[in-house]
C-alpha cells in the first residue's frame, strides 16, 4: 500500500475550523466507470445492501485504500483508526426532494456528541455529480453546534465535483442531501464512518512544528478561536496549557454582559484568549454557559477551560444545575480543562440528575487518566456507573471507560475490562455495541473479555456483533484469533453469488 499522504498545517487549520475538507483522489477514469455500474446494477437489480455495500461492490475497499483518503483519516483519526461497519451508499433517482438539514445519529441511539476528532466520515463521489444531481450540502462551522443557528452564519456548501471527489467531515457537522432534479440520472455517493482508537500523543498530519495560526477572517461566519485552537493542542497530543493574546478585560466583560449576539460571541471568545489573564471574567463566563445562542454559551465554555484551576468550581457548579444546556455546555469546558477537573467530575458520577452524571462520565472519558488523580479510583467510579438505571449514562459510561486508555495500568484494566465484559449482556443496544468499541480500543490488555465477546458474536445487535469481531481482532491472542476465524468462516460473503447467480 503507498504511503498516506498526510494534510497540511493549513488543510488542518481548515477542518478543524470548517469542519470539512474537499479533496481528490486519483483514480483512472476507468476504475470510477466500472464501480458506478457495479453501483447501478446491484442497486437496480437487487435493492441496496446497506451495511453490506462494501462485501457486496468489493471495488470499494480499493477506494478507501487510496493514499489520499488514508492519508486524511490518518491525519484526523491517528494511525490506527477503524472503519465503522456502518457503510452505505446513498443511491437517489430523479425527483428525490432535498433532505432536512440533520446531524447523523449514532445508528438511531443518541450519546454526549464529541468535540474533540473521535469520530469522521467521508462523503466519495463514485461519479461527476453536479448541481442537477443534488449534491450533498454541508454547513460549514457547525461541527461543534447541537442545535442550528437559525440565522445568518448558516452557509449552505453545495459538495459538487467529478469523479473521485470526497469531503473528510468531522461526524457531527449539520449536512444535508440535494434533490435529484435531473430527468434520467441517478446519483450514487459513499458515505463511511471511521473512528479514532487512541487519544493522540503526537501530531498525525504532516506538521512543520509551527502554532496555530488565528484565522483572521479566513474561518466560517462564527469566531470560535479558543475552540479551534483547543482542538488544535488536542490533536496535536498536548495539555491545556497555551500562549494567551493580550485584550481589553473590562471591554470584553461589558460587552459579554450587555451586547448584541455577535458582540457577545466575540467577546466570549476574547475573554478566552486572554486565558487566566481574565480570571475575573469568570462569573461572567459562567453565566454565558446558559446563553441562548448556542455559539456564545461554548465561546465561554472554552473561555473557562482555557483559565485552568480557577475555573474548575464554577464549571462544575454549572454541571449540577437544573439548565439542561448550561450542563452540556460545562461539560465540554471540563473535558477541556482536563486533568485539574478529575477529582470534581469523579464526586459527580453520584449527582441525583442523570444529565449531570452523563456529562461527567463523558468529560472523565475525554480528559483519560493522569497522574493528578488516582487511576484507579476514577475508574472504579465509571465502572459503578455502568448499572446506573439511565441507558444514556451508561452509553456514556461504557465509552469513557474505552477513552480513558487504562492499559498500562495493571488495577485499573482489571476493573473497566470487568466492567465491560458485564456491559455486554445490558439490555440497550447502544450500550452493548458501545462496551464493544470500547474493548477494541483496549485491545490487547482486554483479553480476560474474550469469552464475552464470543458470546457476543450472537447477538442479534449487528453493531454488537461487528465491535465484538473489531475488539477480538485488535486483542489478537490465540484464543481471540480462533473465535474470531471461526466466526467469520460461517458468516463469510461471497459478492459472486446473486439472486441471478446462486451457487
Given at each position: 500500500m503507498s504511503q498516506p499522504h498526510l494534510l497540511t498545517d493549513e488543510q488542518m487549520r481548515r477542518f478543524i475550523s470548517h469542519g470539512y475538507l474537499i479533496l481528490q483522489t486519483d483514480f483512472p477514469a476507468d476504475f470510477h466507470s466500472a464501480l458506478s455500474q457495479r453501483i447501478v446494477d446491484v442497486m437496480t437489480k437487487e435493492g441496496n445492501p446497506g451495511n453490506n455495500i462494501l462485501p457486496r461492490v468489493p471495488e470499494i475497499r480499493e477506494v478507501f485504500q487510496n493514499p489520499v483518503i488514508t492519508g486524511a483519516l490518518t491525519s484526523v483519526l491517528g494511525p490506527n483508526y477503524l472503519m465503522h461497519p456502518h457503510r452505505h451508499c446513498h443511491f437517489t433517482l430523479p425527483g428525490r426532494k432535498t433532505q432536512s438539514w440533520h446531524k447523523d445519529s449514532y445508528w438511531g441511539h443518541a450519546k454526549v456528541r464529541n468535540h474533540h476528532q473521535w469520530w469522521a466520515m467521508i462523503f466519495y463521489y463514485n461519479?461527476?455529480?453536479?448541481?442537477?444531481?443534488?449534491?450533498?450540502?454541508?454547513?460549514?462551522?457547525?461541527?461543534?453546534?447541537?442545535?442550528?443557528?437559525?440565522?445568518?452564519?448558516?452557509?449552505?456548501?453545495?459538495?459538487?465535483?467529478?469523479?473521485?471527489t470526497f469531503a473528510l467531515i468531522h461526524y457531527d457537522?449539520?449536512?444535508?442531501?440535494?434533490?435529484?432534479?435531473?430527468?434520467?440520472?441517478?446519483?450514487?455517493?459513499?458515505?463511511?464512518?471511521?473512528?479514532?482508537?487512541?487519544?493522540?500523543?503526537?501530531?498525525?498530519?504532516?506538521?512543520?512544528?509551527?502554532?496555530?495560526?488565528?484565522?483572521?477572517?479566513?474561518?466560517?461566519?462564527?469566531?470560535?478561536?479558543?475552540?479551534?485552537q483547543h482542538q488544535w493542542r488536542w490533536l496535536g497530543g498536548k495539555d491545556?496549557?497555551?500562549?494567551?493574546?493580550?485584550g481589553n478585560l473590562g471591554h470584553a466583560v461589558d460587552a459579554l454582559r450587555q451586547g448584541a449576539q455577535?458582540?457577545?460571541?466575540?467577546?466570549?471568545?476574547?475573554?478566552?484568549?486572554?486565558?487566566?489573564?481574565?480570571?475575573?471574567?469568570?462569573?461572567?463566563?459562567?453565566?454565558?454557559?446558559?446563553?441562548?445562542?448556542?455559539?456564545?454559551?461554548?465561546?465561554?465554555?472554552?473561555?473557562?477551560?482555557?483559565?485552568?484551576?480557577?475555573?474548575?468550581?464554577?464549571?462544575?457548579?454549572?454541571?449540577?444545575?437544573?439548565?439542561?444546556?448550561?450542563?452540556?455546555?460545562?461539560?465540554?469546558?471540563?473535558?477541556?480543562?482536563?486533568?485539574?477537573?478529575?477529582?470534581?467530575?469523579?464526586?459527580?458520577?453520584s449527582h441525583p440528575e442523570e444529565q449531570t452524571r452523563g456529562y461527567a462520565a463523558f468529560a472523565l472519558g475525554e480528559i483519560g487518566l493522569t497522574q493528578e488523580a488516582d487511576p484507579t479510583t476514577t475508574t472504579a467510579a465509571l465502572a459503578a456507573l455502568t448499572r446506573d438505571p439511565s441507558e444514556w449514562v451508561r452509553r456514556n459510561t461504557v465509552e469513557a471507560l474505552g477513552t480513558l486508555e487504562v492499559a498500562g495500568n495493571h488495577a485499573a484494566q482489571e476493573v473497566a475490562v470487568a466492567a465491560l465484559c458485564d456491559a455486554l449482556q445490558d439490555s440497550d443496544g447502544q450500550v452493548r455495541f458501545t462496551t464493544g468499541l470500547s474493548l477494541a480500543r483496549i485491545?490487547?490488555?482486554?483479553?480476560?473479555?474474550?469469552?464475552?465477546?464470543?458470546?457476543?458474536?450472537?447477538?442479534?445487535?449487528?453493531?454488537?456483533?461487528?465491535?465484538?469481531?473489531?475488539?477480538?481482532?485488535?486483542?489478537?491472542?490465540?484464543?481471540a484469533q480462533s473465535a474470531l476465524v471461526d466466526y467469520l468462516l460461517s458468516t463469510r460473503w461471497c459478492y459472486s453469488t446473486t439472486p441471478e447467480s446462486t451457487f
Amino acid at each position: 500500500m503507498s504511503q498516506p499522504h498526510l494534510l497540511t498545517d493549513e488543510q488542518m487549520r481548515r477542518f478543524i475550523s470548517h469542519g470539512y475538507l474537499i479533496l481528490q483522489t486519483d483514480f483512472p477514469a476507468d476504475f470510477h466507470s466500472a464501480l458506478s455500474q457495479r453501483i447501478v446494477d446491484v442497486m437496480t437489480k437487487e435493492g441496496n445492501p446497506g451495511n453490506n455495500i462494501l462485501p457486496r461492490v468489493p471495488e470499494i475497499r480499493e477506494v478507501f485504500q487510496n493514499p489520499v483518503i488514508t492519508g486524511a483519516l490518518t491525519s484526523v483519526l491517528g494511525p490506527n483508526y477503524l472503519m465503522h461497519p456502518h457503510r452505505h451508499c446513498h443511491f437517489t433517482l430523479p425527483g428525490r426532494k432535498t433532505q432536512s438539514w440533520h446531524k447523523d445519529s449514532y445508528w438511531g441511539h443518541a450519546k454526549v456528541r464529541n468535540h474533540h476528532q473521535w469520530w469522521a466520515m467521508i462523503f466519495y463521489y463514485n461519479h461527476a455529480v453536479d448541481e442537477e444531481l443534488g449534491p450533498s450540502g454541508i454547513m460549514p462551522g457547525t461541527q461543534y453546534y447541537n442545535n442550528r443557528t437559525g440565522d445568518e452564519s448558516e452557509q449552505d456548501i453545495h459538495m459538487a465535483g467529478k469523479a473521485g471527489t470526497f469531503a473528510l467531515i468531522h461526524y457531527d457537522l449539520w449536512h444535508r442531501g440535494g434533490a435529484n432534479l435531473s430527468a434520467d440520472r441517478t446519483r450514487s455517493m459513499l458515505k463511511f464512518q471511521f473512528v479514532r482508537m487512541a487519544r493522540p500523543t503526537v501530531p498525525t498530519w504532516d506538521h512543520s512544528g509551527a502554532p496555530w495560526q488565528v484565522m483572521n477572517g479566513d474561518g466560517p461566519p462564527n469566531q470560535h478561536e479558543s475552540i479551534w485552537q483547543h482542538q488544535w493542542r488536542w490533536l496535536g497530543g498536548k495539555d491545556g496549557s497555551r500562549p494567551h493574546a493580550n485584550g481589553n478585560l473590562g471591554h470584553a466583560v461589558d460587552a459579554l454582559r450587555q451586547g448584541a449576539q455577535r458582540e457577545r460571541l466575540q467577546a466570549a471568545d476574547e475573554l478566552g484568549m486572554l486565558g487566566a489573564a481574565a480570571a475575573d471574567a469568570i462569573p461572567d463566563l459562567a453565566r454565558a454557559l446558559a446563553d441562548d445562542y448556542e455559539p456564545v454559551a461554548l465561546n465561554a465554555a472554552y473561555a473557562l477551560a482555557g483559565m485552568g484551576e480557577p475555573a474548575v468550581n464554577a464549571l462544575l457548579n454549572a454541571l449540577s444545575s437544573d439548565r439542561k444546556d448550561a450542563i452540556r455546555n460545562a461539560g465540554y469546558g471540563l473535558a477541556a480543562i482536563g486533568a485539574p477537573a478529575i477529582v470534581g467530575l469523579t464526586e459527580q458520577l453520584s449527582h441525583p440528575e442523570e444529565q449531570t452524571r452523563g456529562y461527567a462520565a463523558f468529560a472523565l472519558g475525554e480528559i483519560g487518566l493522569t497522574q493528578e488523580a488516582d487511576p484507579t479510583t476514577t475508574t472504579a467510579a465509571l465502572a459503578a456507573l455502568t448499572r446506573d438505571p439511565s441507558e444514556w449514562v451508561r452509553r456514556n459510561t461504557v465509552e469513557a471507560l474505552g477513552t480513558l486508555e487504562v492499559a498500562g495500568n495493571h488495577a485499573a484494566q482489571e476493573v473497566a475490562v470487568a466492567a465491560l465484559c458485564d456491559a455486554l449482556q445490558d439490555s440497550d443496544g447502544q450500550v452493548r455495541f458501545t462496551t464493544g468499541l470500547s474493548l477494541a480500543r483496549i485491545g490487547r490488555p482486554a483479553a480476560a473479555a474474550v469469552p464475552a465477546l464470543t458470546r457476543a458474536l450472537q447477538d442479534e445487535n449487528r453493531y454488537v456483533r461487528a465491535n465484538a469481531v473489531d475488539a477480538l481482532r485488535r486483542i489478537d491472542t490465540q484464543e481471540a484469533q480462533s473465535a474470531l476465524v471461526d466466526y467469520l468462516l460461517s458468516t463469510r460473503w461471497c459478492y459472486s453469488t446473486t439472486p441471478e447467480s446462486t451457487f
